[in-house]
């Protein structure tokens, strides 16, 4: 019952909030080697402490469910790097004054932005061959962000972005 909540919350999270995630990988690489990763030891995820911990648990539990095990000595290192933006918004409401006569024209317009502007976060998965020390699979994802959200709504919300992120590991021929 636990995890059907869960599931809801986590659908209803992605479903109002769409997560966009553009993927890459070596063409050349087989997939079917790597059996067991670790995180990169030198991460700098740009994120806080608690946020940082939220989201190594969650590609922690998505990777173990996939059947990967954490390794001292690992097949690839998973690495995470964050940015913050801000969008712009894209509504607004034009205002005209104008006027004619006489072979004469002019006209002001003003564009007034309308709501207001939100925060996005750009998170961005390496995944690192540790004998080649090569890139083999990148994942780039973009969503909305609210700093003032609950650990809750956070912890929800990075699940559900880890949760697209690796929905698509390894890739398919």
């Not at 030891?41 to 989201?55: A, H, P």
């Not at 083999?136 to 609950?150: C, L, R």
């Amino acid at each position: 019952m636990k995890k059907r909540i869960t599931l809801l919350i986590s659908i209803l999270v992605i479903s109002c909030a769409p997560i966009y995630v553009n993927y890459d990988y070596e063409t050349g690489t087989d997939f079917n080697q790597y059996k067991t990763y670790n995180m990169f030891s030198e991460m700098q995820t740009g994120l806080s402490e608690l946020d940082t911990n939220r989201l190594l648990d969650a590609i922690d539990q998505t990777l173990q469910d996939q059947g990967f095990s954490v390794s001292d000595s690992p097949d690839f290192y998973v690495n995470v790097q964050s940015s913050e933006f801000r969008n712009n918004t894209q509504s607004t409401v034009g205002v005209g004054i104008g006027g004619t006569g006489r072979n004469v024209g002019g006209g002001v317009s003003v564009g007034i932005p309308v709501g207001q502007s939100s925060i996005s976060r750009e998170l961005i998965f390496d995944l690192i061959d540790a004998k080649k020390d090569l890139l083999i699979w990148q994942a780039v994802s973009e969503s909305s962000f609210n700093p003032n959200a609950t650990p809750e709504n956070r912890t929800e919300r990075l699940k559900a972005i880890v949760a697209k992120v690796f929905s698509k590991f390894p890739p398919e021929k």
